[in-house]
């Protein structure tokens, strides 16, 4: 593991350039044979088509499940890496753990606090008839905003104050 790191600390970011711009050159390269090979050119809208057209267009592909490989790539190293920091460091790790936690009863006070019912006709109302969500789905996604505002706002109030601390030193 510890070679596996080493490696990493010298040649990973190279590497992941690397591969950043192997991926911009496939889906560069994608992109354009496809919009030539369809008869269009790079200025088209494509936005403008019959849906058709657009259902038949399969040239973004490519780059898009090489990006999405990446993204998953980099997630799992992330979580994998930092599991096995937490493992490896438990003392160090302890803010970490803690404020995970804090994070995740914070999280679950605005799930419980979020409510599943919303006025008939509402823009919300429509919505969830249209994505047939479930009630649990509609309290998750708003625990996650509330918990998005309010992070947002401690943020900027702690920014505030410390700017204000430092004005005074």
């Known amino acids: 593991m510890k070679s596996l790191f ?7 970011q190279g590497g992941a350039l690397i591969l950043g711009l192997i991926v911009i050159a496939v889906f560069l390269f994608s992109v354009s044979s496809g919009l030539s090979g369809s008869g269009y050119d790079m200025s088209t ?8 057209a657009k259902s038949a267009i399969s040239f973004f592909d490519p780059g898009l499940m090489l990006t999405i490989g990446l993204a998953l790539l980099a997630a799992g190293a992330a979580v994998f890496f930092g599991i096995a920091g937490i493992f490896k460091f438990p ?18 006070i605005f799930y419980s606090m979020s409510g599943t019912e919303f006025a008939a006709g509402s823009k919300m109302s429509t919505l969830i008839q249209k994505y047939d969500l479930s ?25 505030v104050i410390f700017e204000i601390k430092n004005a005074f030193n």
């Open 135 to 159: 009630s649990g789905v509609i309290k998750f996604i708003g625990g996650g905003i509330n918990v998005t505002i309010v992070l947002a706002l401690l943020s900027l109030a702690l920014m």
């Open 45 to 52: 809208d494509l936005n403008k088509l019959p849906d058709e």
């Open 6 to 12: 080493n490696f990493l600390m010298s040649k990973g």
């Open 91 to 108: 003392k160090s790790s302890m803010k970490a753990i803690i404020t995970v936690a804090v994070l995740a009863v914070i999280f679950f």
